[in-house]
Every structure is written in C-alpha cells, then in structure tokens.
C-alpha cells in the first residue's frame, strides 16, 4: 500500500491561495469508462474556483469491468497529489484471468451479493482507513472530505475516514445504492449501512432530480441536505458542436449511408433482468426497422464502441441484424468516441425497463450527445430524467417498444425541416443549461458551505497537506 504516481514529477503547491478536499474515488484515471468522467471533470475545473482536490484512488488505474485509459492523466491538474493503493479482491482476479480461461471479475460480483459486505471493493476500502489511520498527522490541512460512489465500500469507509480527519463529509453519489433492484440477498445490510453514511453526512449530492425525490422520501430527517449536480458538460475538453440536421430533401444525404452510433459500457446478456442496460432493446428495434423501414435499414449502419460483447453479437446474428452492426474490440480512445458522436446521424441511447429505476438514473452518456448537437433515439422510460431531458430541449425521440422505436428512427434519420429548425433551438439550449460551469457553481457552493459551517470539528494540528510524488 503506497502513495504512487502515474507521473515521476514533483508538483509545488500552486502560489495563490487554494482550500484543498480530500477525495475518496476508486475509479480516477488512468482507469477509463463511465465512473471516472464525473469527477475528472469536476476536479480539472474546481482549481478555476479556489478549490484543489488530492485524490485516494486505487493504485492499478483498472478493474475486471473499466479498462485503462492513460489518455485521460493528461486532464489531472498537475498540483494535486494522487494516492494510490492496492485492492487485494482486484490482484486476485487480475491473476487468476491471467492463468486461466475464466473471467473471475463477474464470480466475484455473484459471491459478494449473497455475503454481508458492501461490494468486492471492501478489501481497498479497509486499506484506505488503515492508511488515514497511519498517516493521519500527514494528511493535516483540508477543509471538506469528498466521497464517491459507487463502489459503496467508498461510501461505508468515509465516516470512519470523517472522524480520523476531523473534516465536514460531502457524499457524492453517481447511483442508487439500497434502491438497485439488483440488491436482492443482503438488501437489509444495504438499507442499514446507506442510512448509516447519509446520517453521517455534512452533505448529499446526487446526479439527477429523479434521485433525490427518491432519497427524500426515504430519508425525510437529511431531505434538506440532499442537492442535485449533473455531471455536466465540459467544453475545454469535449468541444461544442453545432447542430447540422437535414431535411429530406438533400438528394446527397438519400444517397448515402447513415451512421448510428451508440458509445458507453454495456451488460452483456442475450435475456437481461428489467433494471440492465443492454443493447438487446435495440437490437429488436433493428429487426422491426427492417421490417417496417426495409429501403432505409439497408442504408443504416451501426457503430457500437463499448466492452466486449460476444453474446450480444451472437444475439444480432440470430436475430438477422448483425450486417448492420459494427462492434469496437474493446478499449476505445476518449478522443475516437468523440469524433464518432460527432459524426453520426443519430446517437444511441439505451436504458433500463424498470420505470422505477429508469426515474432514478441520469446516465452521463447523455451529455456528451447534446455536446455533439446531433439528434438522439433515447430507448427509455418517458418519465425517466433522460426521457424528460430529451422531450424539453427536442433533442429527439424518447420510446419504449421495438415499434416505436423503428418509427422513430426512421423519422430522426430523415427528418423534416420544422423538426431540424426545432432540434437546433433546442440542442443549443440544452448546451447552455448543463454546461459544467453552471454545475460547478452548485459544486462549489456545497464545498464553501461545508468550509464555512461543516459541523465536524478540524483537527487541533496545523499541518499542510503532504506532497508526494506522483
């Protein structure tokens, strides 16, 4: 266990005045994939607010679902100090999938959901509080303790880290916790330890309007502490795209191909349970556009950029829809899936069919859709967040039948001009309501906050944060 580095430099602190967090993320580059983007882009963008953030992470920048992607250490900020330490459950796996034909990652996930521990991420949660402990008079000088997650085992360990440290606690959560419909055994411990982590938080943030109706309810005696923040666009980063929708009477645009593109994890599993994302939902919209739509469906072509799926293919093989599919080989860069999204005519996205759970996830997917401005097929739950977030700004079609879903494809890959001029008023809106900065404003505002009148008491030493080499 140890305070590595992805970079061998030594940082000095910045020379204007900066309050420092501590933030608790397993997931932070050079892992990639969905659960590192939200605090990437929040703490590239806080040192532009007066606010630093030094990160505990884990030290192999990957696990057996989230590959790495060392492009993205370039979006750290060079002044914050990275502390990496070893998962044990992870070392295990990593070996075993190195000396055996099984993949260990998915066993593992089985085994701890019918065993009274938070997640398999337990074993990096209780190094981490070893090391606060034993390196507590080090770790002198922050304001606020952030925690995120999931991994829950984050979430469970920050309480004990709070009192060690003496710091305000802002829990940060990207999902539901107890209310996954896939905590089925152990859904008691889950309940427990949540109400446990809220009551001993400073502050609640959560990723979607959805969510924290969910949560007040649940918890009326912390409704007034919980606030919502998006994850957000950012710009310095994913550049703005400007909405370019064609009517159909562009002769050019009849003759060409046109490109679907959907980029972001996905389930692997030909029958998924209603609260998995999969690719199968549109798999059977293809197979009713070519039913309904034949002469457009032989113009359609589909990229997917995800994990590997070879069940899923061999899904749209039998189901006779595999030569309009091109599936990525795994890892894509952050750069390729942008320039794609771009390009494409329309964009995917895929949800859950559990209309409780849909309410309560706002997939960060979205928002880099309404950065490429180009129109979007949402396989959703109309009252979801997203469904509603793409009805508001017209960014597309929202459906939840294979039926519907052919229809409404069809209409967004040849639209008319009164749906094109409506789209462009309304992608541009929606840029501007979730630009990260507007995010930030409400992110900062909580830190401040909890810097100015956190209820945890500071520790009595006066010590700056220990640099490290990273």
């Not at 953030?53 to 250490?73: A, E, H, I, K």
Request: aromatic share 8%; with cysteine.
């Amino acid at each position: 266990m140890s305070a590595t580095a992805p970079r061998p430099s030594v940082v000095d602190a910045p020379a204007q005045p900066r309050r420092r967090a501590l933030l608790l993320a397993y997931y932070y580059p050079p892992c990639g994939g969905v659960p590192v983007m939200r605090w990437l882009r929040f703490t590239r963008n806080l040192p532009s607010r007066g606010w630093l953030c030094d990160v505990v992470t884990q030290r192999d920048g990957s696990d057996d679902y989230f590959r790495p992607d060392p492009t993205l250490l370039s979006q750290i900020p060079p002044e914050a100090t990275l502390i990496r330490i070893e998962d044990p459950a992870q070392r295990v796996v990593a070996f075993l999938n190195a000396h055996t034909k099984v993949r260990w990652g998915p066993w593992l996930d089985r085994v701890v959901k019918v065993v009274p521990v938070p997640d398999d991420k337990l074993g990096w949660g209780l190094r981490v509080k070893r090391y606060v402990r034993a390196h507590r008079e080090r770790l002198g000088g922050y304001a606020v303790l952030i925690a995120t997650g999931y991994p829950w085992s984050t979430l469970v360990v920050a309480p004990f880290v709070k009192r060690m440290l003496g710091l305000p606690l802002l829990v940060d959560l990207r999902d539901p916790w107890s209310q996954h419909p896939g905590i089925r055994v152990a859904d008691w411990l889950h309940r427990r330890m949540e109400r446990r982590v809220f009551q001993a938080a400073d502050l609640v943030c959560v990723i979607s309007e959805g969510m924290r109706e969910m949560y007040a309810s649940l918890y009326p005696d912390v409704a007034d502490r919980i606030r919502v923040v998006y994850n957000g666009i950012d710009y310095s980063v994913t550049p703005r795209g400007e909405p370019r929708p064609q009517s159909r009477g562009d002769e050019a645009r009849s003759a060409r191909r046109l490109r679907i593109v959907y980029a972001g994890s996905l389930l692997d599993k030909p029958e998924p349970k209603p609260y998995q994302r999969t690719l199968v939902p549109f798999l059977e919209t293809l197979v009713e556009l070519r039913r309904r739509h034949p002469d457009l469906a032989a113009r359609c072509e589909v990229e997917v950029l995800s994990n590997p799926v070879p069940k899923t293919r061999a899904l749209a093989m039998r189901l006779g829809v595999a030569d309009l599919i091109r599936f990525s080989d795994g890892r894509v860069p952050f750069e390729t899936v942008q320039q794609a999204q771009r390009n494409a005519d329309v964009l995917l996205l895929v949800s859950t069919s559990d209309p409780d759970y849909d309410r309560m996830v706002m997939t960060g997917k979205i928002f880099e859709y309404i950065a490429a401005a180009r129109p979007i097929l949402a396989l959703c739950t109309a009252e979801s967040d997203v469904g509603q977030t793409v009805k508001r700004f017209a960014l597309g079609r929202v459906e939840s039948s294979p039926t519907a879903g052919a229809d409404a494809l069809a209409a967004l890959l040849e639209p008319g001009a009164a749906w094109c001029a409506a789209f462009a008023d309304g992608v541009r809106a929606a840029q501007d309501h979730f630009d990260v900065q507007r995010q930030l404003d409400r992110m900062v505002e909580m830190l401040d906050e909890l810097a100015a009148t956190g209820r945890a008491t500071p520790p009595s030493r006066s010590s700056a944060p220990h640099a490290a080499r990273r």
